[in-house]
């Protein structure tokens, strides 16, 4: 068997096996809450509904780093480490869908937006989007609770006082106060100096993405394989500046992906307010009516298509756009290079390169 | 020493043991924090703000559930799963207080209206309001982490498989079950039979609050201390039904408590739309023009005080009030007799009375 057959063998068991833990999990958990009432339905749906979908970034971080590491190939562990994973993902999701009023995910309606429409469908009384929200929070908070659950589910090597429990523990405290820091910059970042913007938007970017989506994981699982301090060094310098790269495109994607690919509106980024390092060059280097008209507009929520456009030609033409796809391409060339140095053997070092280069180029 | 100073001692002893564990786990908690930024200060303040007040009932009742099966007084497992009960409960709170639109909690401003008050005294641009909720989500999010985190950290006795991480397990699941078919209630209420109302409102009651509040706690202590199949079965009989007084009180203070005491607004569960059991008995006995203006007024924000005191009216002259009271006494006496029959030795029995007595009859 070739290294490609090998890598696509495995990568592939692996996610039908995360697949598999998630249904098995929500599956016992569902025939708890059925015992309680048919009404909690609809929240477990949703948890199913977001676990099924993805790219499933974090857990196959999370598996190359175990294998890189010496971890055994399908082992439960792993599996069920990248199983609690995703369903931290849902729940992020989930919550952030609120925060950011965002009414679509993955192309089709988002959590809160679901109750929305099950109120109007059934004919409640009182407010839909009110009941949408607060039925939607209550969603995150349980796929919360399983996502810590089925992290527990690993047993003695994700114990008390253990290194994967510590990166766990970390990641999640890292990954709400990075979030909380952006809709900070979205309604602080107005009032504070210019100059900073920048490096406030890769300081968000670190904490609400880089670190949490792809140097956590992969330390996560080199951590369950036991992995030095050494390796799990070297992990961190590749894993960071690529969630980095990642982050970055996510933001271009937010301004100028296409709809049908990324399952978003197009400028959703805008309407969200979001003062990402792409808006912060284009703020400092735009013509000051540009930089103004930009700041007035960021962050309505009925921005229309036309002014969409005009902030996407202001980005374009002064440089912003490609002072951060400079950006992308030096993280993503630091990403490689580290990446080169790990003391890998060829099948998880393969399989790391593919999926960064999948990451940085990713069109959705 | 005579029993009631022991008994006063001890629970002393432990109240204070919790704070002082709660306190340092939010301290090593902050100093990860500050690294990130000091602009996150405000979700850990608002976090211990949260966990230096309330009657720690829930860690009580895990306190004397552990002496009660046996446990040493002060040993360090029992004072870390009370940290991670008030842990929980705090977020919970938070993101209760932003479903229920509540501004105060325990007479100074909830969490959301502290972020939006924050907004508004720096000037910050975009809507206030929607920060408050965004940041009070997130702070939430962190607060159910940390609880996790605390919980854990309680070691081999609450590892994976462990029966108290089930029952933690089971607790977190169905307080949002709970909580969900409480908002749910409130919207699909109206448009279902009137007959159901008080049976659903009790429903309800047994898992948003009375398997959250008192059967878990108090299992959980027995299951950290070993405690046998028997010995929880006896908890549960005693727990469960003084669990619903506790709650049936709640809603009568939700409607008739004193705002000094309560520490929120007068006829606050009306205003929130709750329907109580308390509620479903006035729907069910008043005259049926009497129903037609509660159903008309319940959940309607901007209630005024004419509306609260109509309501209270009707609530008295139609029996509603009268026959919560008795179910509150029977519950009452159901738990008690429980309690006796517990096989317990004299310091955990006169303990549980004594915070059964104060859980039964109290004003705030």
Not at 10 to 37: C, N, P
Request: charged share 25%; glycine share 10%; aromatic share 6%.
């Amino acid at each position: 068997m070739s290294l490609a057959e090998q890598w696509r063998d495995e990568q592939t068991a692996y996610v039908a096996a995360v697949a598999g833990k998630l249904t098995d999990f929500l599956s016992s958990r569902q025939s708890v809450m059925s015992t309680i009432s048919q009404d909690i339905d609809p929240l477990m749906g949703s948890i199913s509904n977001l676990v099924t979908g993805g790219k499933r970034l974090r857990a196959l971080m999370c598996y190359w780093g175990w294998r890189g590491a010496g971890g055994d190939a399908g082992a439960g562990e792993v599996v069920t480490a990248g199983s609690a994973l995703e369903l931290f993902q849902a729940a992020a999701l989930i919550h952030d869908d609120i925060i950011d009023r965002s009414d679509m995910r993955r192309g089709g309606p988002s959590v809160h937006r679901r109750f929305i429409e099950l109120h109007e469908a059934q004919g409640w009384a009182l407010d839909s989007e009110r009941f949408g929200h607060a039925a939607a929070i209550l969603t995150g908070d349980l796929c919360l609770s399983f996502s810590e659950e089925s992290f527990t589910e690993i047993g003695d090597r994700a114990a008390s006082g253990s290194r994967a429990r510590l990166i766990f523990n970390l990641m999640r405290a890292e990954v709400m106060a990075g979030q909380y820091l952006d809709i900070l910059e979205e309604v602080a970042g107005p009032r504070r100096d210019r100059a900073g913007a920048v490096s406030r938007a890769q300081s968000i970017i670190r904490f609400k993405s880089a670190k949490y989506s792809t140097e956590h994981p992969l330390a996560l699982g080199g951590a369950l394989a036991g992995a030095s301090d050494e390796l799990l060094h070297g992990y961190s310098a590749f894993a960071l500046p690529l969630g980095e790269a990642f982050q970055l495109r996510d933001d271009v994607l937010g301004v100028f992906g296409d709809p049908v690919t990324t399952g978003k509106p197009a400028g959703d980024d805008l309407r969200e307010g979001k003062r990402t390092v792409l808006v912060a060059f284009a703020l400092d280097q735009a013509l000051p009516e540009e930089s103004a008209f930009i700041d007035a507009k960021l962050g309505n929520p009925y921005l229309n298509d036309a002014d969409v456009a005009e902030i996407r030609r202001i980005i374009i033409d002064c440089g912003a756009l490609q002072a951060t796809e400079l950006l992308i391409q030096e993280f993503g060339q630091a990403a490689f290079e580290a990446l080169d140095a790990l003391p890998l053997e060829e099948l998880p070092k393969t399989a790391l390169r593919r999926l960064a280069e999948a990451t940085v180029s990713r069109a959705s």
